[in-house]
C-alpha cells in the first residue's frame, strides 16, 4: 500500500515555509524524501531511520515518528529552487520502498 | 557522481510491439529499479534485482518482465504493449539493501517517456 502525501499540491509564495505530510498504514523501518524537478529524475534529499529521528540540512528537514508510521518533511523560507515534486518513500518489511503519490510545490517570487 | 543512464529519452511503439527499456549504471551498485510514474499516482516499483540473473515483482508487475544479465544492466520488457502501459519508465539503483532499515538511497535515470499507440 503506497503512503499518503499530504497536501497533493501547495502554493507558496517566496520566504513562506511548507509542510508535507507522509502517513502510512504499515509498520515502517526507514523513510525516504526525494524532490523531482520538472522533466527531470528524482532527486534523493534524506533518509530517516527506524528511531523517531529528525534531519535536516540548509533549511529543509523532516522528522519520523515511528509509533504513527508518519513522516513530515519541513521547508523553511521556501527558495523559487525549491519548486518540485516531492515524494516520500518508504520501507517496510517488504524492504523495498514504496512511494507516495507525491506533493507539487509551487514557489511565486 | 553516480550516473543512471537509460536508453531513449522518448519512445513512441504500436499496440502488439515488444519493447525493451535499457538502463544502465556505473557505480557497481547491486540493485536495480524498473518504476513507472503517472500522473496523481507517484512511482510504482514494477520489478527490482539485488544481484545479477535475480529479480523480484514490485507492486505492479503484470504485463512486464526483466533481464539482468550483467551488473549494470537492467532491462524493462514489454512482451506485448499496449496502450495501458503509455507512462514514464524511471530507472533507479541503489548500493545494496537487503536488511531492514538500511535501504541506500536510490539514484535515478532520466526516464523514459513511451507512448504506445
Known amino acids: 500500500q503506497q503512503p499518503v502525501q499530504s497536501p497533493q499540491a501547495v502554493i507558496l509564495r517566496e520566504g513562506e515555509d511548507a509542510v508535507i505530510n507522509c502517513s502510512s498504514s504499515?509498520?515502517?523501518?526507514?523513510v525516504h524524501w526525494y524532490r523531482q524537478k520538472h522533466g527531470e529524475a528524482p532527486v534523493f534529499l534524506m533518509i530517516?531511520?527506524?528511531?523517531?529521528e529528525q534531519k535536516g540540512h540548509d533549511k529543509i528537514s523532516a522528522s519520523f515518528n515511528e509509533k504513527k508510521q508518519q513522516s513530515s518533511l519541513y521547508l523553511t523560507a521556501s527558495q523559487l529552487s525549491y519548486s518540485g515534486t516531492y515524494f516520500c518513500g518508504t520501507e517496510g518489511r517488504a524492504q523495498k520502498l514504496v512511494f507516495g503519490q507525491g506533493t507539487r510545490l509551487t514557489i511565486n517570487p | 557522481d553516480v550516473k543512471v543512464t537509460q536508453s531513449s529519452r522518448y519512445l513512441v511503439k504500436r499496440t502488439g510491439e515488444k519493447v525493451f527499456l535499457e538502463c544502465v549504471q556505473d557505480?557497481?551498485?547491486?540493485?536495480m529499479f524498473w518504476y513507472r510514474q503517472d500522473p496523481g499516482l507517484g512511482l510504482r516499483l514494477i520489478y527490482f534485482?539485488?544481484?545479477?540473473?535475480?529479480?523480484e515483482k514490485g507492486d505492479i508487475p503484470e504485463g512486464y518482465s526483466v533481464s539482468r544479465e550483467k551488473k549494470e544492466r537492467f532491462s524493462l520488457i514489454l512482451e506485448s504493449a499496449s496502450t495501458n502501459q503509455t507512462s514514464m519508465y524511471l530507472c533507479a539503483s541503489s548500493l545494496s539493501g537487503r536488511l531492514a532499515g538500511s535501504t541506500d538511497t536510490q539514484y535515478f535515470g532520466p526516464g523514459t517517456r513511451l507512448t504506445v499507440l
Open positions: 557505480m557497481d551498485h547491486e540493485n
Open positions: 530517516l531511520l527506524k528511531g523517531g
Open positions: 504499515k509498520a515502517l523501518y526507514s
Open positions: 534485482s539485488y544481484d545479477v540473473k535475480m529479480k
